[in-house]
């Protein structure tokens, strides 16, 4: 996957939303449902850059799944500017495309989850439509 596929991905997804709410000057895209941020796709460059400019994601998962993750691949560590329980680093181009599509469909269920009943019913009717 390219960039520009996970973008296009993780905005299909229903509700989605996308901003750069930490500045223009920090090279991040963040994508949330209801408000809440479950994908952060890094742009390039910026006081951010590390492991050479490899592109990648910070996703939003349970702590054991993230700790599941991190020993099963070399391409997920802890992310580097979130809280690392929570949050992992993916390197998306190093992946294979189903699993990366998985694990940020991972990140958009981990919100709708806790999302208010009312609000989660919405989600829920509209992945068992698709």
């Known amino acids: 996957m390219n960039i520009e596929e ?6 299909s997804l229903p509700g989605v939303t996308e901003d750069q709410a930490f500045g223009e000057d ?3 895209l963040n994508f949330r449902l209801e408000g809440k ?6 742009l390039g460059g910026g006081r951010y850059d590390m492991k050479d400019g490899v592109s990648r994601i910070a996703l939003k ?8 993750l991190r020993e099963q691949f070399s391409t997920v560590t802890p992310a580097y500017h979130w809280n690392k329980t ?3 680093d993916v ?3 190093e992946m294979d495309e189903a699993i ?3 694990l940020i469909k991972e990140s958009y269920r981990l ?11 919405k989600y829920i009717d509209l992945e068992v439509a698709k």
């Open 91 to 93: 390197y998306y181009e």
């Open 111 to 121: 919100i709708i989850s806790k999302l208010p009943k009312s609000i989660r019913a």
């Open 26 to 28: 920090i090279l991040i």
């Open 61 to 68: 998962l349970p702590p054991d799944r993230n700790i599941e």
């Open 100 to 102: 990366v599509k998985g």
């Open 86 to 88: 929570h949050w992992s």
């Open 37 to 42: 941020i479950f994908v952060c796709l890094w």
């Open 6 to 11: 996970v973008r296009e991905y993780t905005l």
